[in-house]
């Protein structure tokens, strides 16, 4: 089977993360600082905050900006549902709005006008790897005095007009887990600009505590969002390779799209000018809900994994029950949701696969 993603997992991922095991020290220790100021540096963050897993970034984020009950934040419809979820977690409303159908990212010109008092931040998704109108967002949100959580859990080492994706909003939030671009298993990270709120956040993730004169102090109610040394380990030596691997992604990408266009039913991955798209994910738009559809089956009987795109969040039955979403509410996200196909995308993928793949696509009868 021709796998979605491979985790790029090589000999020093296993070297570092056998000797955090036999140091003793797992959790809290250098490893974890390490790996935040790598991340840190690269993306040009003053504070990055390491911690479980994406989704915890993105609840710390809503957290530590005091966002719950009564409070709107606005997120696009098209994602993956834990970017809505967080904000149903604390408590807020999450304000969806539909997505533009080249990029798949949040539609501006179709948010402004959803903005009330109540509305407190909005969370711009990168994603797929390819950065959200950022002048855009950030510019309307400067308007309406809105937070910006970027959800960049796609995105490390995307750009929008040389701007790095994770570091132009308030706060950024970034995903390790297996399908995204460097993996720590599960994981996360946070990063700001902004020291005060990355000293909130880190208590946060930690109980609550701070520690001083050697003590520790329990100063709010707290969770246990922690990252393990073991993953800060395996996240530092894929940051040593992680501009050779998004490279690597781009050449990939390139090759599907010119080797699959002139396809009448079926679209190539639209790439903004003003982006540096790192492709997380290489999706294809298809004509139809069908031809997606048979078109997954028949590459998995030729032993190729596909998968859908992501999730229309207002068909997804907890949403659609709460608020009473019909179809037609978000129809760009819908029809993506039920029209896009991801294919197979990771450093390791060779050449043959890559033929054997767009040769099988080029075979189906659509
Ligand atoms: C993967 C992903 C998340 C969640 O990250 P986890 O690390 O799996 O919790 C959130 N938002 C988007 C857009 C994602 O792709």
Not at 249 to 265: C, D, F, M, T, V
């Amino acid at each position: 089977m021709i796998k979605l993603t491979i985790p790029p997992i090589g000999k020093q991922e296993l070297r570092s993360v056998v000797e955090v095991l036999k140091s003793g020290q797992l959790i809290q220790g250098k490893k974890v600082e390490d790996f935040e100021s790598m991340v840190a540096h690269y993306l040009g963050a003053k504070e990055a905050v390491a911690v479980s897993s994406g989704t915890a970034a993105l609840h710390l984020a809503l957290l530590a900006l005091d966002i719950g009950p009564g409070d709107q934040v606005i997120v696009p419809d098209f994602t993956y549902p834990a970017t809505a979820n967080v904000v149903e977690v604390v408590g807020a409303k999450p304000i969806l709005v539909d997505i533009d159908k080249d990029t798949f990212n949040i539609n501006v010109s179709s948010w402004e006008r959803k903005i009330t008092k109540r509305t407190k931040a909005i969370i711009p998704v990168h994603l797929f790897g390819q950065s959200a109108d950022m002048p855009s967002v950030l510019k309307a949100a400067r308007r309406h005095n809105l937070f910006v959580i970027e959800d960049a859990a796609c995105a490390l080492g995307a750009e929008y007009n040389g701007l790095k994706c994770g570091v132009m909003g308030h706060l950024g939030c970034l995903s390790f887990h297996p399908r995204k671009i460097l993996t720590t298993i599960e994981g996360g990270m946070l990063l700001t600009n902004n020291a005060p709120l990355a000293k909130k956040l880190k208590m946060l993730r930690n109980h609550g505590t701070r520690q001083k004169d050697n003590k520790v102090e329990f100063l709010m109610a707290g969770l246990n969002y922690r990252m393990s040394n073991i993953q800060a380990a395996m996240g530092i030596e894929q940051m040593k390779r992680l501009d050779r691997m998004i490279l690597k992604r781009q050449q990939i990408a390139k090759k599907y799209s010119q080797y699959l266009s002139g396809i009448p039913w079926l679209k190539t991955p639209f790439v903004d000018h003003a982006a540096k798209h790192t492709f997380q994910s290489y999706i294809l738009l298809m004509d139809s809900l069908s031809s997606r559809n048979r078109l997954i089956s028949f590459l998995r009987k030729k032993r190729i994994e596909a998968n859908i795109g992501t999730y229309a969040v207002h068909l997804l039955p907890y949403y659609r029950h709460k608020y009473h979403f019909q179809k037609n509410d978000f129809p760009v996200s819908a029809e993506a949701f039920d029209r896009s196909l991801a294919l197979p995308i990771f450093p390791g993928l060779k050449d043959e696969n890559i033929k054997y793949i767009v040769k099988q696509i080029r075979n189906f009868d659509a």
